[in-house]
């Protein structure tokens, strides 16, 4: 198991900017893949990011595409969602995840592959 702290919510006006960081306690941080979905009131929780154990794979949602960007430190156990181009759409509760990897260095885009959540972090877009 991995413990996840996600921070670096908050309120933002459309067209801002926000940086989400996770980071990562327990285990190799390395050896994990890590993903970023979301989950607005009243809606199902969805993908926003992914990315391999090692960084060089990611995946992204379409309704993000070309505005966040994921990345990751392992020698920081930390991984990062910088938003950019912030929509009010994007208002919801951001949560990390965490699975261990597999040799192919795989990304995950299904809630359902992930057994380890952070507690989630706030994020409010106003128009």
């Known amino acids: 198991q991995v413990q996840l702290v996600e921070s670096g919510g908050g309120l933002v006006q459309a067209g801002g900017s926000l940086r989400l960081s996770c980071v990562a306690s327990?285990?190799?941080?390395?050896?994990?893949?890590m993903g970023w979905f979301r989950q607005a009131a009243r809606k199902e929780r969805e993908i926003v990011a992914a990315i391999s154990q090692s960084g060089g794979r990611t995946y992204y949602g379409n309704s993000v595409k070309g505005r966040f960007t994921i990345s990751r430190d392992n020698d920081k156990s930390t991984v990062y969602l910088q938003m950019n181009s912030l929509k009010p759409e994007d208002t919801a509760v951001y949560y990390c995840?965490?699975?261990?990897?597999?040799?192919?260095?795989?990304?995950?885009?299904?809630?359902?592959?992930?057994?380890?959540w952070g507690q989630g972090t706030q994020v409010t877009v106003s128009s």
């Open positions: 995840a965490a699975r261990l990897g597999s040799y192919i260095d795989n990304v995950y885009r299904s809630g359902n592959e992930y057994n380890n």
């Open positions: 327990g285990r190799t941080f390395s050896s994990y893949a």
